[in-house]
């Protein structure tokens, strides 16, 4: 098998994370898994929304977006066309859903997080992408929010990172760009912790379906490239 | 461990299929996983979306909703509040997905297979039950359009079904209702062919990460209990 | 005259009231008038909307829709389309007003009942049958907030039922199911309480304008079929 | 009784159709029902709706707006609130088969007519004012496109005109203005052919409901009224 | 050079200006620049909103509509679209800043004005037109407030006004007709205070780019027929 | 006069045009003013809007949005709140006309360009970067369109860029950033050609009304900014 790319099935693409990407954000990072770049910011404002009021604790919630020309072909603007599509709410449950299992909401104080993912490149993965780095984002904005003394304690309960896995040309592989997963029987998204338990994991038969044995082996390649990923969070973190 | 509907581990709801359970359309059906209620109908117009046009295939899309007391609390109804929610568009694009997967869109014809799943009662496993009972509409509206002469050849590959899984007090447990799965620490959901293939896996962990070892444990349960439902399906058929 | 259902002039349909028949709603009915089957719900929620605060009384408000497949072609889901069709909301602020009609909203509490009136089947006069099923609904769920202790008295006035009458080749009919009413010159829409006066009175000229004499026809036809609506209303209530 | 316009139960408002009130359209008129006043246009346009297209036939369409401030208190407008409201739809709705009654469409060639009624300054009985002016309008409408050789024949069925009666303290009152409307029992809006038919009758109960012989002693009234409007109209037409 | 309505460079159209048109606002002003008709009303609510709260201050805002056939060609109705165009919005945040700019916000209490233009015909100028005479109804509906009590002195800053320029066959000319406006090069909108200070200028080059020489010159044909505009307002104003 | 930013009065930010930003639009530009970045794309689509079919020419259309986040408090992202903006709007038409006014579309063919100005940071003068960066990819997308033959000639006619300026602390100052235009007394947007033709001229009197000659002085210091402008974007087009 010759993966399009050109890499090894097991190998990821070049990623790179910048921190302090843009300036008003209490966390900002740029993530580039290859030639897919995803602007993540995090934003802090006092208050919770209205089901959470009283009960001393935090909420985080996620949104995403692609600016039309992202793509090969242009999308239409979302917020020209009135709605945001159903990929795009899906992309952004799922960040929310992953980024809050980063935290213990408890500590981190009657404050709402706003996870902003907008995608300026895309070349597959933008999902993926946009949880490993606005994990990195969400770091920096809790240690501006500690300044700022509005937390009650570290909330980070531990670290998340994503990326998928699929099917090509019957083996599998690590982190598709979009020509390999444009022709990838099998799309399997999966977000973990550092500490190797498993916050989602959502794989869809493009073709034919998979078999048990193919959804475990590309589950163990995705833990595997789990590791590196947090390996890069660490060292962007440490810079 | 005791599951709070006094349950096995491995023991589905009751589960009913009655056809022709409204009278226009092609195929319909109301599905019961236990109190989960769900009226699966399929609809066949001719002609296909623009993007399909000319290529002489046919296409099958979904739609999801939930009667605005279906459910403990009343929701507000989507179509006053002018739009779909998130979790409605995520359940159709996976109904519409896992329905397509039974066919050979190529031997449809021109034409366009509507799937509505509306919940008239909800407790629990609303978008399994949904893709379980919608299979069996399918099946109907594609002997009526048989009879019409509108199709190509026999489209339906393969049955399709879904159940979900999940863990309950570290337990792997099948086919959860509302309760359950308010209490369980995570959420698989599981869409099969009658084959044995996976069309969709998507699992979310509600509260701790859930480990590899788990993750096995109920893909095993899910592949189980997959099996009772395709009986269900073909003595639904066979009636 | 023969009418397409060869029913005589002056007869209703089959008419079934089906009491709880979901699980959740503080009131839960399936009406059927022949072929058209609705289900409606009643919700009470405490609490009313902001025009109606600190006066001490309650209030009644009406949703209804259609199945998209309820009806012999497939109509487009509303809450997809993004809102609601101009005969939607007519339908559902007439059942509004006349079930509050059946209240003394000042003994209600600062309640809300939310009456949904959903149509799983559609043969002509889905109206009438929902503010026929609704008005047993609204009992139902009268008592069971008077067993909660959250209502000041009785707030049930009277009862209240509908039903369409029609001009068909001359002859005035009554009840229309669908065929007839699409063949019929005139359609009528009444809505009476059982003390024998009228809340509503709609009649539209399909065709020909009518005299009149036809509408008294019309009118006393109504009156006649409202007492066998009253006593299928009160039968139900005694199961 | 004493009205609280001072007039008899019998006797309609001052009623002033000013034709030609604005330039553009193909008819354009000024109707006053006393202190309510509504500019009503004709506009004519080359096709059909889709849904009639190759019948060689025409379509007439009516809209229907308030301005925010033509009432009381200000109304938001529904251009910035993003939708038209129920009672908006409803009037539209009325307006539009109302005056599709005045013709035969046949005859009108493959043209649009749109209505629209905009509401300038509101005392009451809005829509039957609507209706009265929008006839003359489309009258002249219907001269111009003759003139311009766009129409089969003449489409013009026969006359059209609207007014509301109402029972007040007991005794039935014709043209009802707002502070009337606001203290009536029952309101009632009838339309009628200046051959004598109905093409709508629309009766509300406002408070208790109302007995047979009031709603013949409203329709009587409104009969009566209708020849005023209809000799009203036609004078403004002759002049 | 001869403009198509042959006036002089220099000379506005006939404008009148017309108080109390319709009887429920607190200002209330048809304002009439040639055939261009638009009706302002000043409706006072009180309160203000939520990012002035506290503030002892007021607040005004505006809107802007065109009836549909207000024009040569019908426009489809903003509210049934369901949303306000772009053109819409520019003029309506035009008209609001112009006559804020009219106004100490802090001598109006915490009342909020909204200001209504709606055209009901349309030949050139609307959003000149509107300024102009809303200035008028908001100094009527001042003197409303006033006597109402409900002002904390005179919020009154300075009369505004606003006027069309443009380069019409290589000529400036003043106050463009609607067949002018389609045929001139550029089209300058300004909006001054009875100071002779600028509030608002908007050039826009409709083909070729315009000379500074000729925005200077368009700058006094505007500054000119402001003086006029502003005797006129006072005239009404006197009446 | 000592600007916020320390800059000279008729200093432009430090001005950055990168080419190629992104990879799959035909033209791709980042735009820095300072802390101010706008990504800019040009697509091209072959076809045009109805309006203009069978014309033989072109047509170019402009839309403008602001992440979330780049600004210093976040703004509710326009996509998910169903609408955009009367601001969005308003600079998305006026990036439109003057981009539209830098070309010859009968000679552009029969194609539409889409100008897409998405805000990363703002930092004040968001829509005078825009214009200036698409001038360049727009340049960019021609050549592109050049060398796939769907051209009919060279459509470029001239160079369009803009500069704001405003009246600080009574003196006329170039290219305010956020803290200056907050503070500013008047803030004028000027769209020009490297020719020297005004392509729009917007001024707003933020706080008290400006004088002919500030306004004249006002545009001799955009005229002479504008020549660095075209400087800096020859050069961005040499490289």
């Not at 949104?63 to 072909?73: D, K, N, V």
């Not at 981190?108 to 907008?118: H, V």
């Not at 019957?170 to 444009?182: I, R």
Request: charged residues 25%; contains cysteine.
């Amino acid at each position: 098998m010759n993966r399009p790319s050109g890499r090894a099935a097991d190998q990821l693409r070049p990623i790179r994370i910048t921190r302090h990407y843009t300036k008003h954000a209490e966390g900002s990072v740029l993530v580039e898994f290859g030639d897919t770049k995803v602007i993540c910011t995090v934003s802090a404002e006092a208050g919770v929304p209205r089901f959470l009021k009283g009960q001393g604790q935090g909420w985080l919630t996620a949104e995403y977006g692609m600016l039309p020309r992202s793509t090969g072909e242009r999308n239409a603007r979302e917020a020209s066309r009135g709605k945001q599509g159903g990929r795009t709410l899906e992309i952004q449950r799922l960040i929310g859903r992953s980024l809050r299992a980063a935290l213990d909401l408890t500590k981190l104080g009657e404050n709402t997080l706003y996870i902003d993912c907008d995608v300026i490149q895309a070349d597959g993965g933008t999902r993926t992408a946009s949880i490993t780095g606005a994990t990195v984002a969400l770091i920096d904005a809790l240690a501006v929010l500690k300044k700022r003394g509005s937390l009650k304690g570290n909330p980070l309960k531990q670290m998340v990172a994503a990326v998928s896995v699929g099917i090509y040309q019957g083996v599998p592989v690590l982190d598709l760009d979009y020509l390999e997963d444009s022709a990838a029987e099998t799309d399997l998204n999966v977000v973990m912790t550092d500490a190797g338990g498993f916050i989602e994991v959502q794989g869809t038969a493009e073709g034919e379906p998979f078999r048990p044995a193919e959804l475990n082996a590309m589950l163990e390649l995705a833990q595997q490239g789990m590791q590196e990923l947090f390996e890069l969070q660490r060292a962007a973190l440490a810079d």
